[in-house]
């Protein structure tokens, strides 16, 4: 199956949608094959509240990215269902971000991709 | 399985734009192992070459074939790994098991880089290549921020202020400076104190400038040879006595165990086990520092100390010569220098001269050293250990 495209293409809907395993009810991210935990082959895609916390962050001062102009805020968002993504921060001051912050999820347009899942401040 | 061991070891100086190619550095430094281990180039029945990014650099790829021929070692069977920063560490893992299964009893490993080719753009964008690039790099992953990332979870899951921290990670710094300036073959070679590296730039909060290593050109190279082939060879073999290597995922999917990284814990207990020994009886180490707070995880990661605690052991000196456990008394990546597919050649390198007893000249040797440990990191997912020991 083309988990990429679909993970991106499902994005477009407005909504997070991840695969999940029936078997043992767990979301799974990254797409991929097999459940990671109990190496079931049938999952499904399912969406998801798009609401969490910040796990941790760093706000990258320099960046010689193009695509990306700094001061930006890359994080690991914890999501209520359990699972975790790389993501930005935006619509948040700089010095407020902290470990724990709860965000909700905002889909934006970014080159290259259509819905690109950040998140804000909940 | 049979014992194998280091017998000739070469160095270059790392350094910021080298006047040399990739080529040209590795063969100087293999000519210099080749030399020291008594041997000419129709002896070596296999290379094994660390090379990175050589394709974005210099435009060249497939760098072996054409190192074994500039060499002398026509038509030999050559091999380039690539497992970013650790690139070198596999290739000297790699050759050690054709050497112990008795398939070679000679073997050259080589790492080489020339990341200072590259414009700041291209290195950063490239050096990103070793993240994830489909669900990690759409949100600006860069390494400065993934370690900067683990240095807010430290600081949260050890309850360590971040002021503390900062401090803790400074004297990481200050110590690799020191040792660089004892270290002839160091990319930098001047003192730095606490208060430099708490002024230098903001890169990624909280890293700084001066909590990173620096973009390096250089290469190392070592022979290696079966204990029978090695005795008669050299007086000063250094064997291998444990290896070990691991992978793991993405950052984000590395669920439990953050800021540890599991795959080291599983790579060097490979090796402990392999060598039958323990943190305890390492009487050296030269660990993966390429940003403070890695080196810090890391030496707890390795055994040598509590999580949440090297901190505060690199404060009190405990990494020092003389410590618990000396680390990265070469300046460590941080400031020897970090020319990638170089750096586990030359870690090998530095544990084979100090288990050799020839630093002593550069005044930086660890008395009576007999063990010694490796310890690479390549990305998000490459964990190399090797235990080399002089008994």
């Not at chain 1, 930005?88 to 080159?111: T, Y």
């Not at chain 2, 060879?233 to 950052?251: D, E, H, N, W």
């Amino acid at each position: 199956m083309d988990y990429k495209h679909t993970f991106w293409h499902k994005l477009r809907t407005g909504h997070l949608w991840l695969q999940y395993c029936p078997a043992c009810a767990r979301y799974v991210f990254y797409p991929r094959e097999r459940c990671p935990h109990c190496w079931e082959a049938q999952l499904d895609w399912q969406p998801l509240s798009g609401m969490g916390r910040i796990y941790s962050y760093t706000v990258v001062r320099v960046s010689a990215l193009p695509e990306f102009q700094p001061p930006y805020i890359y994080a690991l968002v914890e999501l209520d269902e359990g699972v975790r993504l790389a993501t930005n921060i935006e619509d948040c001051p700089l010095e407020s971000i902290q470990v724990g912050m709860p965000v909700r999820i905002k889909m934006i347009n970014r080159e290259g991709h259509e819905a690109l899942p950040v998140f804000v401040p909940a | 399985m049979r014992r194998v061991a280091v017998i000739g070891t070469g160095h270059s100086k790392f350094c910021f734009n080298s006047p040399k190619t990739s080529l040209e550095m590795l063969a100087e430094v293999s000519l210099d192992a080749m030399n020291e281990a008594n041997i000419t180039p129709k002896d070596v029945q296999a290379i094994n070459v660390g090379n990175v990014l050589g394709p974005f650099e210099e435009g060249q790829g497939m760098i072996q074939s054409f190192f074994a021929n500039d060499i002398g070692c026509f038509n030999v069977a050559a091999s380039r790994f690539e497992g970013a920063c650790a690139s070198g560490s596999m290739a000297v893992r790699d050759a050690v098991m054709w050497v112990a299964s008795g398939y070679y009893d000679i073997m050259l490993v080589g790492g080489t880089e020339k990341s200072t080719a590259m414009t700041t753009g291209l290195a950063t964008r490239t050096f990103a290549m070793y993240g994830d690039s489909r669900y990690e790099f759409p949100s600006g992953f860069t390494f400065p921020a993934v370690f900067a990332l683990l240095a807010h979870l430290y600081s949260n899951q050890y309850n360590i202020p971040l002021a503390t921290l900062k401090e803790q990670m400074a004297a990481v710094s200050v110590q690799s400076h020191e040792y660089a300036m004892k270290n002839p073959n160091a990319q930098i070679q001047k003192p730095i104190t606490k208060e430099d590296v708490l002024k230098s730039f903001m890169v990624s909060t909280p890293i700084q400038l001066q909590d990173a290593c620096p973009f390096s050109d250089g290469a190392a190279a070592v022979v290696i040879a079966s204990e029978e082939v090695a005795k008669k060879l050299v007086k000063r073999p250094v064997y291998f006595a444990g290896l070990g290597q691991a992978s793991s995922g993405k950052l984000s999917s590395q669920y439990k165990y953050l800021p540890r990284i599991r795959a080291r814990e599983l790579a060097s207990q490979q090796s402990y086990r392999m060598a039958g020994l323990t943190p305890q009886d390492m009487d050296i180490c030269e660990l993966h520092d390429c940003f403070s707070i890695a080196a810090m995880i890391a030496a707890e990661g390795l055994g040598f100390f509590e999580y949440g605690k090297s901190g505060a052991a690199w404060e009190k000196g405990e990494t020092r010569l003389g410590g618990k456990i000396p680390i990265n008394i070469s300046g460590g990546l941080k400031a020897k220098g970090h020319p990638i597919g170089a750096t586990g050649v030359s870690q090998v390198y530095e544990i084979t001269r100090q288990l050799r007893g020839d630093m002593a000249e550069q005044g930086r040797q660890v008395e009576g050293a007999k063990y010694g440990i490796v310890d690479t990191l390549g990305g998000d997912g490459v964990l190399l250990s090797m235990i080399l020991t002089n008994q």
